[in-house]
C-alpha cells in the first residue's frame, strides 16, 4: 500500500496510514464532551506520543483529509433544527444547491439523494440540515428560502429523539453486517436549553474551528483570551455546559465526500427510512440506533410525503452492497423481535457539501438584513 506523504515534511497524510489510522479511530468520534487537554486525551487513547498526535493531526488538516477539526455542540439542544427535504424543478437543482450551501449560513449538510426507484419522496432530490437561533422558526425560514429558490415543496422534519450520533468513519472500516451493542441505544432528548451572555460568549469561542497552527495543547488559553474570559473561569463555564448537556464531542473531520489525492474514505451515504407503528418509535429507535454502522439515528416525522417513516439512519460504506447488507441486518432485527414496519426505503447521497450551520441570534438578525427581510417576521 502507498501512503500519500506531505511534500515540505514527509509526514503521512492519508487516512490509512497505520499511524493516522490509530489516531483517527479515537479522534472522529470517541472525545466526548469538553476535555481540558483534547489533544493529550486523543494520544492516553489511541497509545501514542501527544507531539506525534498532533504533527499528525496538523499534517491532515493543512494537506485537507482532515476537512476540520473543532468542538461540536448538540445543536438541537440550542438552537431550532431540522432535516429539510425539498423539491424542486431538475433544471433549478443545482443552483438550489450552491444557494443552500454557499449562501445559507444556517442550512448545514447539503446533499442531493435519489432512491433506486420511483418511490414516495423520491421526488424531493435535495436534503438539507437547517437550524436557526432560539426564538426563530424554521418553517418560516425555509419558506423564505423557498421563496429565494424557486423550490416546489418543501419538509420540515425535527429530530423528536436521538438515538445515534458519531461520525467515526476509520474505526467502521471492515465492520461486519449485524455489529452492535449489547445494550439498547441511550436516548436523547432535544429540548431547548438558554444561555447566558457569558455562556455564549464562551460557546462562541469553544465552537470555533482550528486552524493548524492552533492544535496544541494550550488551545483553551488561546480561547480564553480571545473570549476576553479568564482561563479558569473560561473552562469552568465551557465544564458547566458539558454537564448540561449541550456540548458534544472534540472532533476530526475526515473529508468523506470528495477524494484526497486519489483516495476515498467512503463511497456510498445511505439514508434509511423506516415506518414502525406509532407509539413504538422509542422502542424501535433504541433498537436501530444500537448497530454500529450508523452514524446518525433519529426518530423524525416524514408525514405522508415520506409514507410516513418515523425512524431514520445514516450509514456511509465504500461498497453499495455491503451497506445494503448492513440495512438487512437493522430489517432482520426489527422483524425478530416483533417490531413491524410498514414501510422502508433507502436515500442514497449524490452531490454533497458539508459545514457547520450558524446558530448566533446576532448572525441570524444580520443575514436576514442583508436579504431584505425582518427577522422578527421570522419568529
Known amino acids: 500500500m502507498i501512503f500519500l506523504m506531505t511534500t515540505a515534511t514527509d509526514t503521512p497524510i492519508a487516512h490509512t496510514d497505520p499511524l493516522n489510522a490509530q489516531i483517527l479511530a479515537v ?10 487537554d483534547p489533544f493529550g486525551t486523543i494520544a492516553q487513547q489511541s497509545g ?15 494537506a485537507g483529509t482532515i476537512r476540520r477539526v473543532r468542538q461540536t455542540l448538540m445543536a438541537t439542544n440550542l438552537a431550532e433544527g431540522a ?9 433549478k437543482l443545482d443552483e438550489a444547491f450552491d444557494f443552500m450551501f454557499q449562501q445559507d449560513p ?10 433506486d426507484a420511483a418511490t414516495p419522496g423520491s421526488s424531493y432530490r435535495l436534503w438539507t440540515t437547517v437550524k436557526v437561533p432560539q426564538g426563530y422558526s424554521v418553517e418560516k425560514h425555509c419558506a423564505f428560502l423557498a421563496s429565494l429558490t424557486g423550490a416546489q415543496h418543501f419538509r420540515v422534519m425535527p429530530a423528536k429523539r436521538i438515538f445515534a450520533l458519531g461520525v467515526g468513519h476509520v474505526r467502521r ?5 449485524g455489529s452492535k451493542s ?11 436549553v438558554e444561555l447566558s451572555d457569558l455562556e455564549w460568549q464562551v460557546l462562541t469561542a469553544v465552537k470555533r474551528e482550528l486552524t493548524p497552527d492552533e492544535v496544541t495543547r494550550d488551545l483553551w488559553e488561546h480561547r480564553a483570551s480571545e473570549a476576553g474570559v479568564p482561563l479558569e473561569q473560561f473552562l469552568e463555564v465551557a465544564e458547566n455546559l458539558n454537564a448540561r448537556g449541550v456540548v458534544g ?10 477524494p484526497v489525492q486519489g483516495e476515498r474514505v467512503t463511497r456510498f451515504n445511505a439514508l434509511f427510512h423506516w415506518a414502525v407503528p406509532p407509539g413504538r418509535e422509542l422502542e424501535a429507535g433504541r433498537e436501530v440506533g444500537r448497530f454500529h454502522i450508523l452514524t446518525h439515528c433519529y426518530w423524525r ?6 409514507r410516513n417513516v418515523n425512524i431514520m439512519a445514516v450509514a456511509h460504506g465504500t461498497e453499495k452492497e455491503l451497506v445494503l447488507a448492513h440495512k438487512r441486518a437493522i430489517d432482520e432485527h426489527l422483524e425478530s423481535i416483533g417490531i413491524p414496519v410498514s414501510y422502508t426505503n433507502v436515500f442514497w447521497g449524490g452531490r454533497s457539501e458539508i459545514k457547520p450551520s450558524e446558530i448566533s441570534p446576532f448572525a441570524y438578525r444580520e443575514w436576514c438584513a442583508s436579504r431584505g427581510a425582518d427577522a422578527e417576521s421570522m419568529r
Open 27 to 36: 479522534s472522529e468520534d470517541r472525545i466526548q464532551g469538553f476535555v481540558r
Open 48 to 62: 501514542l506520543d501527544v507531539e506525534l498526535v498532533m504533527e499528525r493531526i496538523r499534517a491532515m488538516l493543512r
Open 83 to 91: 432535516l429539510v427535504a425539498w423539491q424542486f424543478p431538475n433544471e
Open 106 to 115: 444556517f442550512s448545514g449538510h447539503v446533499v442531493i439523494r435519489s432512491t
Open 173 to 177: 472500516k471492515g465492520m461486519e453486517p
Open 182 to 192: 449489547d445494550e439498547l441505544a441511550v436516548v436523547k432528548d432535544t429540548a431547548k
Open 249 to 258: 464531542r472534540f472532533s476530526t473531520f475526515l473529508e468523506h465526500v470528495k
Open 301 to 306: 416525522e416524514g408525514g405522508p410525503e415520506f
